[in-house]
């Protein structure tokens, strides 16, 4: 995230001796990533954030894998997938490989009786439906309906939802997860083509600083394990912060499509990107101009990666039988494109309004015992004629 952001209280000089008004010193925290090359954060804390009072259990959270190794095209019902009242109880792997995990969410409650951390991946949550404000130790960001949230590995959080009516895909990446490179220049600032920019981004505010003492039950992902601790102090007791690495927000409805005169390539409508995967916007958009111009996609084959597709609304002109909260998978190896009449109907079509996530890997992706239960089995029968 190459954009400078601060905010509260923090000293002229890093490093430094930082004196709380009633005497003592605020400690600093070095919030970082790769080493000490990555994007990272100073802040200032009002307790020591190392105080650990119990280490207690840990919990498995592997996916379980039905599907290994997939040549089946096929289509998930994610709405399909049961709410509950927990956040990380309700988050249900779907497709993983060893770079990404990609699920779905219904939770129905606010994190209130514990912190979370994902020391193993930076997370990507779409919002489908649902509001609310992600809390961190860094300030919250109020979000809702369209929004991507984008949270560094290693980031203490909160989530309070408005209501009980809650769909999230998530992803999580055990890459860092950055805006494209061939949108910025080499200073990091977004380009004039990029299809959004830095006023698009919803950064942290409104920092809140904790200073409690007691036992705040902490769980933490690590090696696929959700360990749960106790830690001394509130995790949101920091004064201030500046830096780079921090969690942000992005509309989907901020995204502005990049439209040619015949038919443009998936990566133009690139959002985000890993080393491994891409994640991709479609959005309302004119179709292509040249007067023979097929606005429909041509068929192609996925030889080097998988790709997923997450109808959020609208109309998908490509494809029958599509609805919201459903899951397109369309594995490498095997050739797909538009179901059967809608080439020739995207013919003379001025416009679409559909609105869907793609994530394309670049490794296979294992399907996982709770993507098997809501898969309609039949998806890769429907090009046939």
Known sequence: MPIYHKLGKFPQKRHTQFEKPDGGLYYEQLFGTIGFD??????????????????????????????????????????????????????????????????????KKSMTSYFYKNSDADEMLFIHRGAGTLKTFLGDIPFEYGDYLIIPRGMIYQIEFDSDDNRILYAESFHPIYTPKRYRNWFGQLLEHSPFCERDYKLPQNLQTFDEKGDFVMKIKKQGMLHHLVYAAHPFDVIGWDGYNYPYGFSIHNFEPITGRVHQPPPVHQTFETNAFVICSFCPRLYD????????????????????????????MSRTGIGPGHISLHPAGIPHGPHPGTYEASIGKRETEELAVMIDTFKPLQLTENALKIDDGKYYKSWLD
Request: aromatic share 8%; proline share 8%.
């Open 38 to 107: 990555g994007m990272s954060s100073l802040s200032y804390h009002v307790h020591r954030p190392t105080q650990v009072k119990e280490i207690g259990e840990a919990l498995d959270m592997s996916p379980k894998i039905a599907v290994a190794k997939n040549i089946t095209s096929r289509k998930l019902i994610g709405f399909d997938v049961a709410p509950k009242d927990d956040f990380l109880e309700s988050r249900e792997p779907m497709m993983v490989n060893n770079d990404v995990h990609i699920g779905l969410a219904a939770p």
């Open 289 to 316: 101009y040249h007067p023979k111009s097929i606005p429909a996609p041509y068929n192609h084959s996925n030889i080097d990666s998988d790709e997923m597709l997450y109808y959020v609304d609208g109309d998908f």
